[in-house]
């Protein structure tokens, strides 16, 4: 089958605003977004630079705004795609550096400021591991999922409007940490949470739910760390 995509192209040594070219690739059945990119860029024009590597909806970096939404380039079969030409750009809310790349220094820069790892002065019950339950594991299994694509974040009306607010991919994170029954964090992640710039830059608008590839419930995660927060201080 031929398809047209309607891709945006963007060279900064250009000196020219981006614009949208039209390309037209055959495909097989079943071939994805990022299938007609590597098409594209092996057939008709190679200076094309997109981001990928897994292929398989593993490693985030090819999300990219298709049709108007925030997706996995991998994991879009081109025949479910309704709207035609097929328009691909990158996500929003970044810098763009070159065509369908963005900068995501902030996206990094939010996450860290979560201090995404476990904290626990104290040395594990046992000589092994420190334990849990089925049942407090259940809390982490959902947020762990998160290949950390920013599709979420790119697509957070909040940060467009505040590129400090830490974004739903930050807050994911806060979430898988500040839930882990291991985890003694709280106290060096109340101040970055407890923020205008932090939780409370949430407005419930759940975009974010409606493009995580992996069904992150983040809108849901937000509001059980909005709870704690209130929690420890009231
Ligand atoms: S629910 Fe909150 S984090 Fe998610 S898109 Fe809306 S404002 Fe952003
Ligand atoms: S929460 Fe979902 S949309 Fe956000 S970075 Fe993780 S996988 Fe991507
Ligand atoms: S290339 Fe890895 S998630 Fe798409």
Redesign the pocket.
Known sequence: MQYTLRVYRYDPESGQPGRLVDYTVELEKGATVLDALGEIKAHQDGSLVYRRSCRSGICGSCAMKINGFNRLACETQVESLGRKPIHVEPLPGFKPIKDLVVDLEPFWNNLHRTLPWLINPNPPPTDKERPQSPEEFAWLEMPMTCILCAS?TS?????WADRTYL??AA?NKAFRYEFDTRDQGFGQRRDTLDNRHGLWR????????DCCPKHIR??EE?SWLKRKVVEEKY
């Open positions: 979420c697509s957070c009306p909040s940060f974004g739903p807050l949430c407005h419930t608008i759940m975009n974010c739910n983040i809108t937000i």
